[in-house]
């Protein structure tokens, strides 16, 4: 397959401000400068965006409580994201949601979910409303290995299909739901092959791939534009930091994340391939890190000179009308 | 933090605990009397299934670390990420011979798994004539205060109050966390057990043995005659900060502190208000059919000639809890607003 | 028992409550086998037989062709032959006979748990609270083991350790045998300590208690009748949550008791008093009389006016006229409705919010009758000579008596004149009838000493009092008006002008 200079820039870009801007927020909440939980999507980053760069605005997401990548995948602002984390008022959610529940309707982001399983459903939805709208939009849900074991998930996969929704489900399995290891919680060999069971087309890639990941997705969202109905995608990725940050991540392996820091990281990968393929150079790569670097460092600063709600935000927008 | 006047002089020793630890205690002792007692949940010990440490969470709090050590994991069960599954799997061992301790992480997964609760466990003793006892403990960390957002952070109490054939404990400290989890395991109803996240590290002394608090029974944590505090989970010690404060102006106030909602020690209540003629509920809970709203219906019910002054209410607003934490500060009923609903009622 | 059995109205249907006995098939003292027809029965719906069901002797017909029996009704009775007389009587009578009625001492242990619980918990009554018991009281109450460990609700423990009580002392009735605050008093009332009221409690609304929806039992419930006691004052240990004659008795003995209490503050003795029940008319004056009175601002102008001059006039008119009996509260009533001709800005209604100033005077005149007043109106008196006034006040007057006005005759109006002179009252003060905004209060016309250039003279004086609503009117028109009707009635010829 043929890749533009243009295309695989655009790529990187996103990939490399996901691994910086989860980088700097573990070092942000390190500091303090973070409330609450996150969770770091660092090493995943090629999941989200080889799927998303497949979608415009008007497709639609659903993300996890690991919702960052997806956010920028998808083209959310970074700063007002960096504002949001930070509870600020002019986040991308005013501040009321933060990390776990980030979401910009504008950009065909259902949102993150603090929910383990929270998006399937949802986004069977967002596609029942393409289909019903005729509008050839697309739905993609995010999940992870811990969510397949989600009544709620298995419940959305046997809907989609019953409904033939235009759905793509991607499973990101990087081992571990929380603490628990996929191979102890997940009963079937496969989990891809337990959602083709449910009556969909399914494939299994190799999630720290760029190009094996945007190649398996751009077929399944052709067949679902096409009305082909549903589909899943499940991504054999690993992530590098823990659950959560701060987690002391005791069921990690011995040297396991060093090892998989080196073998497994998607964007040394990609720079390999591309470079090697000769199609950029190294240089630009580097230059494109620099500018990704002082980005991030705006959207700390930006974030931290934000101001914070006033007390009456704390009644907005509960509903639209009372 | 002061003992309170409840607590039964035991024999032995005891030593100061955190509320985390006097659970955890408790799960310890409890197990190793009664081999039917089993614990289930996420992460309840955490790492099956990975190259790495057993017993690499023992709860994502560590209320239940060392039990799978100790235990093996026949007893102590790492589950899938499946509340439905979860909950379910408990009601039906309860009744048939286990005595299971399951854990929700947060009671905001009840979501997910309420058939399991409200529809299933509750009912069981009652749709079945009396023939069944579902003796399930099922541990939920409820509250706000953890920039946890909305998702993470709810009082869902009055919701499984409202349940017909559910118990509902709300320990506010070490001694009867300890004291409490004990009882709810021997009890042969199911019973929900929620843990205010603010509370896990605060600590008192525990007594080391065995030892029990019936359910029904309030504890009053602060003694005095002008104005009766109730406070539940989360917001007893604010309510003892706040009548610590008006004490040094001479104002002396009854803070009672029911321990479980449901069921619920009207009695207490209704004696300290005939004495006092005031009362000021803070209940973290929002405020459409709180645990504020309730005992208030009840009081005005049964004791209404005692009162000398509307009941005040002191609980978060009606919106869910937001993120940024200058606003969920706000959200969560603040000492001053507390202070406020007693200085208004004895101004009546 | 076991061979005798009854013969039972059936229910044949859902909306069966009763029927009619239309014929026995059978005498009595036939023998019947399970399944033989026994009497037919006449619903609104169906006629139908009843069966029996099991074999036997008719032993007893008790139900007659004609009579109408509800549903359950002991119709007869079957039974072996060799049964006795005796037994059969005695089973009828225990089976109550006729109507199904509710089984009123069912056990105390059906009672369920909640209303023996709530009992404690009640407090609808103003709290009383032991006095802290005398030496005497004391000290059948303070001896007795270490009582730290028995279980007591944490203000009963607080209240017996500041009154020196032991616990052991006190029977419990609380939650798992707790003893609670209440069981502490009955306790100290018992050794012959007292309840009082704490100081400063919330005052005991006085007015009298609706407790008719209280559950009790019928005995119980006559017993507080009689005794007038509130079926809310007493606790509920009866049966099925009720309150029952116990409960009565014991709320009488705590009355009994507060009554002889020396130190108690007592609500003062009531003397003897008969209920008068209050009528429409009543209720409605009472209403909005008061209604008037906190709503209007009232301010008073009195003037006094010499009548001498139109007690001649009067005399003049009736001398000259059979059957005209014009009367000073005639010539007052014109002289009102030509002042307000002079000063119309009285001539006023006010809603509260929207003001109507009338072209004509519609003066209402106050009639007293039994039980009440009523202010017929005369309708455009302006326009009415003297005589014509006086018949058609006398008509209206006569007929308010008799109770035959028309509403249009006394709803509405513009001013109001009110005369007590009749019963010697010198002045009084009225309040304005809503929602015109003036009235005129009129005393008896009196000689008094009255001074003219400096000199001491007699004359006829009447005072009259006008209330007016300032919202409306102000001083300076009221008196305006009172000197112009001052003018009028001291000189009456100015009236034809």
Redesign the interface.
């Known amino acids: 397959m043929h890749y533009s200079p243009a295309f695989l820039v655009d790529a990187y870009r996103t990939m490399k401000t996901i691994r910086l801007f989860e980088e700097r927020c573990i070092l942000e909440f390190e500091r303090g400068n973070i409330p609450g939980f996150v969770h770091a999507y660092n090493g995943q980053e090629a999941v989200a965006v080889g799927v998303c760069m497949h979608l415009s605005d008007s497709d639609v997401i659903g993300s996890t409580h690991r919702g960052h990548g997806h956010c920028i995948a998808k083209g959310c602002d970074v700063i007002a994201m960096m504002k949001e984390i930070m509870g600020k008022a002019t986040g991308l959610c005013k501040g009321k949601g933060g990390s776990m529940h980030i979401a910009d309707f504008d950009k065909g982001m259902l949102g993150a979910n603090a929910i383990v399983g929270g998006a399937p459903p949802l986004c069977n939805g967002a596609a029942l409303s393409a289909k019903t709208l005729g509008t050839k939009n697309v739905a993609v849900s995010f999940g992870g290995d811990g969510s397949s074991n989600q009544g709620t998930v298995m419940e959305a996969l046997n809907l989609a299909v019953v409904l033939q929704l235009p759905h793509i489900f991607v499973v990101e399995n990087n081992g571990y739901g929380e603490g628990t290891g996929a191979r102890y919680a997940v009963g079937c060999e496969s989990i891809g092959a337990r959602t083709a069971a449910f009556g969909m087309p399914a494939a299994t890639v190799d999630g720290t791939d760029f190009f094996a990941v945007y190649e398996q997705a751009g077929k399944f969202v052709e067949l679902a534009r096409n009305g082909g109905g549903p589909s899943a995608i499940e991504a054999d990725v690993v992530r590098f930091d823990g659950h959560f940050i701060g987690d002391p991540q005791l069921y990690r392996g011995k040297d396991e994340l060093k090892t998989i820091k080196e073998t497994r990281d998607c964007l040394k990968k990609f720079r390999a391939r591309v470079t090697g393929e000769n199609w950029l150079k190294a240089e630009q790569l580097d230059e494109m890190d620099a500018e990704i670097a002082a980005l991030i460092e705006r959207a700390v600063e930006e974030g931290m000179n934000a101001p914070l709600p006033e007390p009456a935000a704390l009644f907005a927008d509960v509903y639209a009308s009372y | 933090m002061t003992s309170t006047p409840q607590q039964a002089k035991t024999a032995g020793s005891s030593r100061v605990k955190t509320y985390r630890e006097a659970i955890n205690e408790a799960l310890f002792q409890e197990m190793r009397r009664d081999p039917t007692v089993i614990v289930m949940g996420e992460e309840v010990s955490g790492g099956a299934g990975t190259d790495g440490q057993d017993d690499a969470y023992g709860g994502v709090f560590g209320v239940t670390k060392g039990l799978m050590p100790e235990f093996g994991r026949g007893r102590v069960i790492d589950t899938p990420i499946s509340e439905s599954a979860i909950i379910g799997a408990a009601a039906g061992a309860a009744c048939t011979g286990l005595r299971p301790v399951a854990e929700l992480m947060f009671f905001d997964f009840i979501g997910v798994c309420f058939d399991q609760i409200f529809n299933q466990a509750a009912k069981f003793r009652y749709m079945f004539g009396g023939k069944s006892k579902t003796p399930l403990v099922i541990r939920a960390t409820v509250g706000a205060g953890w920039r946890a957002g909305a998702q993470h952070s709810n009082m869902l109490h009055p919701v499984v109050t409202h349940i017909a054939g559910l118990k509902v404990v709300m320990p506010s400290n070490a001694y009867d966390a300890k004291g409490l989890m004990i009882s709810a395991i021997r009890d042969d109803d199911p019973v929900i057990f929620l843990e205010h996240k603010i509370l896990y590290d605060t600590k008192c002394e525990v007594p080391d043995e065995l030892y029990t608090i019936p359910f029904g029974e309030a504890a009053f944590t602060r003694e005095g005659t002008d104005v009766t505090i109730v406070a539940i989970s989360g917001m007893v010690p604010r309510a003892n900060a706040v009548a610590d404060k008006l004490a040094k102006e001479g104002i002396s106030c009854d803070v009672i502190d029911p321990r479980t909602v449901s069921p619920l020690d009207v009695e207490a209540i209704i004696e300290s208000v005939e004495l006092t003629g005031r009362l000021v509920i803070v209940d973290e809970a929002n405020e459409r059919c709180s645990l504020a709203a309730d005992i208030s219906s009840i009081i005005a019910e049964k004791a209404f000639h005692a009162l000398r002054a509307p009941i005040r209410k002191v609980t978060a607003p009606h919106t869910p809890v937001p993120f940024s934490p200058v606003l969920e500060d706000l959200y969560i009923p603040t000492p001053e607003r507390i202070e406020q609903a007693v200085r208004d009622v004895l101004e009546a | 028992m076991a061979n005798i059995s009854a013969i039972a109205m059936p229910k044949w249907g859902m909306e069966m409550s009763e029927g009619v006995i239309s014929e026995w098939r059978l005498a009595e003292g036939a023998t019947v086998s399970a399944g033989d027809d026994l009497v037919d029965v006449e619903t609104s719906k169906i006629v139908n037989t009843v069966t029996a069901q099991a074999g036997g002797v008719l032993r007893r017909i008790i139900a007659q062709p004609g009579e109408t029996l509800p549903v359950g009704a002991l119709l007869g009775v079957l039974a072996s032959a060799d049964t006795p007389d005796g037994d059969i009587d005695s089973f009828i009578a225990a089976q109550g006979g006729g109507a199904a009625a509710p089984a009123p001492e069912a056990e105390a242990a059906q009672a369920p748990e909640v209303a023996a619980k709530?009992a404690?918990?009640?407090?609808?009554?103003?709290?009383l609270?032991a006095e802290p018991p005398a030496a005497g009281v004391l000290a059948k109450l303070a001896s007795g083991a270490d009582d730290?460990?028995l279980p007591a609700?944490?203000?009963?423990r607080?209240l017996a350790r500041q009154y020196g009580v032991n616990l052991h002392n006190v029977t419990a009735s609380?939650?798992?045998g707790?003893v609670?605050?209440e069981d502490l008093e009955q306790a100290i009332l018992a050794a012959g300590g007292t309840l009082v009221a704490?100081a400063?409690?919330?005052p005991?609304?006085a007015a009298p208690r609706d407790d008719s929806a209280v559950h009790a039992t019928p005995v119980a419930r006559r017993l507080a009748r009689e005794l007038g006691i509130s079926l809310l004052d007493c606790r509920t240990s009866g049966s099925h949550g009720r309150v029952s004659k116990a409960d009565v008795e014991a709320a009488e003995a705590l009355r009994q008791r507060l009554a002889a209490a020396p130190a108690a503050p007592q609500a003062p003795a009531v003397p003897a008093f008969e209920e008068v029940p209050l009528s429409g008319m009543r209720k409605t004056i009472a209403a909005r009389l008061q209604s008037s009175k906190q709503t209007a601002p009232h301010f008073r102008v009195n003037i006094d006016a010499e009548i001498d001059a139109l007690l001649a006039v009067r005399k003049q008119l009736n001398d000259a006229n059979s059957g005209a009996k014009i009367s000073v509260n005639d010539f007052i009533v014109k002289a009102c409705a030509s002042a307000l001709m002079r000063v119309p800005d009285l001539n006023v209604q006010f809603d509260g919010t929207s003001l109507k100033r009338f072209a004509s005077a519609d003066i209402s005149v106050a009639v007293a009758i039994p039980d009440g007043l009523i202010t017929p109106i005369v309708r455009g008196a302006e326009g009415k000579g003297l005589i014509a006034l006086s018949n058609e006040i006398r008509d209206l007057s006569t007929r308010a008596k008799l109770g035959t006005l028309a509403a249009a005759e006394f709803q509405g109006g513009t001013f109001t004149v009110s005369n007590l002179g009749m019963f010697g009252v010198s002045q009084f003060d009225a309040i304005i009838n809503p929602p015109q905004c003036a009235i005129l209060a009129v005393g008896a016309g009196q000689q008094r000493p009255v001074v003219r250039n400096g000199e001491l003279a007699v004359a006829t004086v009447v005072t009259l009092s006008l209330a007016s609503d300032h919202r409306i009117i102000d001083g300076a028109l009221a008196a305006k008006f009172m000197g112009v009707l001052k003018g009028f009635l001291e000189q009456p010829a100015t009236m034809l002008g």
């Open positions: 709530a404690p918990a009640e407090s609808n009554v103003t709290p609270r730290s460990d609700t944490p203000i009963a607080r609380g939650r798992h707790r609670t605050k704490p400063g409690a919330a005991v609304k």
